[in-house]
């Protein structure tokens, strides 16, 4: 069975996991960068790398 390899339009991060992200510094929501290649905090604007389709939650340094 062939794997569908993802479009550049779509989100990285399946819906449901997405929904459920918050930030670890304020627990605010997440949203994608226009790239799609980091999360930003809608509050505290901490931005989040995504690797893989695997957000990387570690707070900045």
Do not use: H, R, W
């Amino acid at each position: 069975m062939a794997k569908n390899k993802q479009k550049s339009t779509e989100d990285p991060i399946p819906k449901d996991l997405f929904e459920i992200l918050a930030c670890p510094l304020c627990k605010a929501d997440l949203e994608y960068t226009k790239d799609k290649k980091k999360l930003v905090c809608s509050n505290c604007g901490a931005k989040y790398p995504i690797d893989n389709g695997i957000p990387i939650l570690l707070p900045p340094k």
